[in-house]
């Protein structure tokens, strides 16, 4: 009976005796930390994602307390959380426009053709590789998902092989952005209807014969615009979400629908 | 054994770092800076010697007398644990600098070889609490030696031209190579 009485006690002991020690240790050598750090860390998403520059959300945390950060320094948690950390801090959120990714490409299995057929690793950087990727719009999105691996916040799929961005699950936290070998992921405001998804620098005949949903640089989205929100250069057309007022005409003039929108009826005939 | 030769023995020709192969873990992720190097080394040394001392009284005054020596393994990492616990509290107090510096290493040391090989090693060789304490403090002198040494030559790494295949890593684990035989250099000085 001894030989398992003895070893528990002596292991609960020394438990025991460390248990205290450290207990007693904790309140003699405790660091005073500024409460509002732990307040905003709490307050703060806590993904630990590193969208805001800091590294994790302790980082943020701390920066923003000291005042080396802004109080909506969180792009994931958005204003929601930016006016709980101004609370904290005691000033007032500064209104921010929250940004989501969007894949800049609607050319799907249907809308766009193959160059050749890629049995290669199910990549789109390895895609990109050899010879910009199967599909003959050498801007168009490859579809292999190396944005949906790289998202924390399953915000990403794949539909009609190409990357379809969930705005309600995005935190624009840039991860898509830095894994497309293409470059055909932006961040757009989350109130824009109209986007133009479509990045080819193509002429429009080149464009047409590649692509049924490409901008082909007709400009009549140019044209019609009533607030000039467009810019327009190197065959493709932008626009400037500071002066867009989501009226939706541009996506009715749009020929090739490349202008993509979430307006009433639009939103029927998109999906 | 004098105490002189346990010394030299454990900080030069058996090195606990170079020529038995502990610690490897912080040797290869703390060498950065000598900076931290010597931080580390500081660290390690008050952990290591500090640890040997309890754990060589709780050998003796515990588990010998209650025949529990087979609980040897799992009450020095105990102490070890509560002992870094312990350090980490007082550096963030003492030394926040230092305490941020270390960063994860410090809570690492809990599980470093080289610090349950050292308190056991103590044992096995039948040591003395003298010769206990010179052992365990020789240990971390050599490892923060070991330690500092690579932390200088791979700060001069950022000047030179290395083929690209070796950056980083690699070439640290060959100037490790070298520094071991090296070392090997003391061998019969004791």
């Known amino acids: 009976m001894n030989g398992i009485i003895y070893p528990i006690i002596v292991l609960g002991g020394l438990g025991l005796l460390f248990g205290v020690v450290l207990s007693l240790a904790s309140k003699v050598f405790s660091v005073e930390v500024d409460p509002k750090v732990e307040e905003i860390r709490k307050s703060l998403p806590g993904a630990n994602c590193g969208a805001c520059g800091f590294p994790g959300c302790d980082g943020l945390a701390a920066a923003i307390a000291a005042g080396k950060a802004p109080v909506n320094g969180c792009n994931v948690g958005g204003k929601p959380v930016a006016e709980k950390v101004a609370d904290i801090m005691g000033v007032n959120a500064v209104d921010t426009v929250r940004y989501v990714a969007a894949v800049l490409c609607q050319g799907d299995c249907s809308k766009a053709k193959e160059k050749y057929v890629y049995n290669g690793i199910k990549d789109c950087r390895a895609q990109n590789i050899l010879a910009g990727g199967s599909k003959s719009c050498s801007y168009g999105c490859l579809g292999c998902g190396t944005c949906k691996d790289a998202c924390e916040f399953n915000a990403i799929s794949i539909v009609g092989g190409i990357a379809i961005i969930d705005k309600e699950k995005c935190v624009s936290c840039k991860a898509c952005i830095d894994a497309c070998p293409k470059g055909i992921i932006e961040l757009v405001p989350y109130e824009q209807e109209v986007i133009v998804k479509c990045k080819s620098n193509d002429s429009g005949k080149m464009v047409r014969s590649k692509c049924s949903t490409g901008c082909i640089g007709c400009q009549m989205c140019v044209k019609n615009c009533p607030q000039d929100a467009f810019i327009f250069e190197n065959n493709l057309a932008k626009i400037n979400y500071e002066k867009c007022i989501n009226c939706g005409i541009c996506a009715e003039k749009c020929p090739t629908k490349a202008i993509w929108s979430s307006l009433g009826k639009d939103k029927a005939a998109n999906q | ?190």
């Open chain 2, 1 to 190: 054994m004098s105490l002189f030769t346990i010394l030299i023995s454990t900080i030069f020709v058996n090195n606990f770092v170079l020529s038995r192969f502990l610690g490897i873990c912080p040797f290869l992720g703390v060498s950065n800076k000598t900076e931290t190097a010597t931080g580390m080394g500081i660290a390690v040394t008050f952990v290591v010697t500090l640890s040997s001392i309890i754990t060589y009284i709780i050998q003796k005054s515990v588990l010998d007398k209650l025949g529990l020596e087979y609980l040897q393994t799992i009450v020095f990492i105990l102490v070890i644990a509560a002992l870094v616990q312990f350090v980490e509290m007082v550096m963030k107090k003492t030394s926040p600098t230092l305490y941020s510096a270390l960063g994860v290493y410090l809570p690492l040391i809990t599980t470093n070889c080289i610090v349950l090989g050292v308190a056991i090693l103590n044992i096995q060789e039948g040591y003395n609490l003298i010769q206990t304490i010179f052992n365990a403090f020789g240990a971390s002198v050599g490892f923060s030696l070991a330690l500092v040494l690579m932390a200088g030559i791979r700060e001069k790494f950022e000047l030179i031209d290395i083929p690209e295949a070796l950056e980083g890593f690699p070439i640290a684990l060959i100037t490790a190579g070298l520094m071991s035989i090296a070392f090997l250099g003391f061998n019969g000085l004791v």
